[in-house]
């Protein structure tokens, strides 16, 4: 089964510092993927999605690269603020009938004024 | 990006009621619902697929005559807890897929506490 890893341990970085988040996958190499953002309490909020036909995708201050031979996907938020505070949740999709995600276990991090 | 709504965004009730979440896709129609399930600090558990027009499909380990799903329209999937427990407390959060993107999108979560 898909195993997905992303660093369990909270990131903290300076505000203005550019966040770097990790996930990484094993076995087969999904359709596409997803990068969310979960606050306490509330439900995951959608940032960017990558298939796996793109190299890189850009929203605004993120930036999603999805790499099919490393099984890695890096999300990058740059000029970070303290709002940016949160969960991050990679996700992962097959791509077949069954339309299921795979998540990550999910990175905090802590933009500190 | 779309909207999806659930409802309510928390609830209390005794051991051994009944209690039902309704999820809401407000400006797209999704064939396919997913409720989760998570534990705090945790990540997210898929308990089941909620397919409209027909039966649910539910994860290894989760009993579908305790959480039965209905999901008769394109907009709305319904998660009822039966029987509740105190070990049923938790956070349960539904998503939608919208067709066209490939995109999964998240209700705010419903809050669970079986006193």
């Given at each position: 089964s898909q195993k997905i890893e992303q660093n369990s341990e909270a990131l903290n970085i300076q505000e203005g510092k550019t966040a770097t988040l990790t996930c990484n996958y094993t076995n087969y190499s999904p359709a596409y993927l997803q990068w969310y953002r979960q606050d306490p309490g509330r439900g995951p909020v959608f940032l960017l999605l990558i298939r796996e036909n793109e190299k890189e995708k850009r929203k605004e201050r993120l930036k999603v690269t999805f790499d099919t031979t490393l099984k890695q996907s890096l999300f990058h938020i740059t000029a970070?603020?303290?709002?940016?505070?949160a969960t991050y949740l990679c996700a992962l999709h097959?791509?077949?009938?069954?339309?299921m995600l795979t998540f990550g276990g999910g990175t905090r991090l802590m933009v500190k004024p | 990006g779309a909207v999806v709504s659930q409802h309510p965004s928390w609830v209390i009730c005794k051991s051994g009621t009944s209690v039902k979440i309704e999820c809401r896709s407000l400006d797209f129609q999704a064939t396919t619902m997913f409720w989760y399930r998570q534990f705090p600090k945790q990540s997210l558990m898929l308990m089941a697929t909620s397919n409209e027009g027909s039966k649910a499909t539910y994860e290894q380990g989760v009993e579908k005559d305790k959480f039965l799903i209905n999901h008769?329209?394109?907009t709305l999937s319904t998660l009822t807890v039966t029987?509740?427990?105190?070990?049923?407390?938790s956070f349960y959060i539904c998503s939608a897929r919208?067709?066209?993107?490939d995109t999964q999108y998240f209700g705010p979560g419903t809050r669970l506490t079986v006193l």
């Amino acid at each position: 089964s898909q195993k997905i890893e992303q660093n369990s341990e909270a990131l903290n970085i300076q505000e203005g510092k550019t966040a770097t988040l990790t996930c990484n996958y094993t076995n087969y190499s999904p359709a596409y993927l997803q990068w969310y953002r979960q606050d306490p309490g509330r439900g995951p909020v959608f940032l960017l999605l990558i298939r796996e036909n793109e190299k890189e995708k850009r929203k605004e201050r993120l930036k999603v690269t999805f790499d099919t031979t490393l099984k890695q996907s890096l999300f990058h938020i740059t000029a970070s603020q303290p709002a940016d505070s949160a969960t991050y949740l990679c996700a992962l999709h097959k791509g077949n009938a069954g339309n299921m995600l795979t998540f990550g276990g999910g990175t905090r991090l802590m933009v500190k004024p | 990006g779309a909207v999806v709504s659930q409802h309510p965004s928390w609830v209390i009730c005794k051991s051994g009621t009944s209690v039902k979440i309704e999820c809401r896709s407000l400006d797209f129609q999704a064939t396919t619902m997913f409720w989760y399930r998570q534990f705090p600090k945790q990540s997210l558990m898929l308990m089941a697929t909620s397919n409209e027009g027909s039966k649910a499909t539910y994860e290894q380990g989760v009993e579908k005559d305790k959480f039965l799903i209905n999901h008769a329209s394109l907009t709305l999937s319904t998660l009822t807890v039966t029987s509740a427990h105190p070990e049923d407390s938790s956070f349960y959060i539904c998503s939608a897929r919208e067709q066209s993107t490939d995109t999964q999108y998240f209700g705010p979560g419903t809050r669970l506490t079986v006193l």
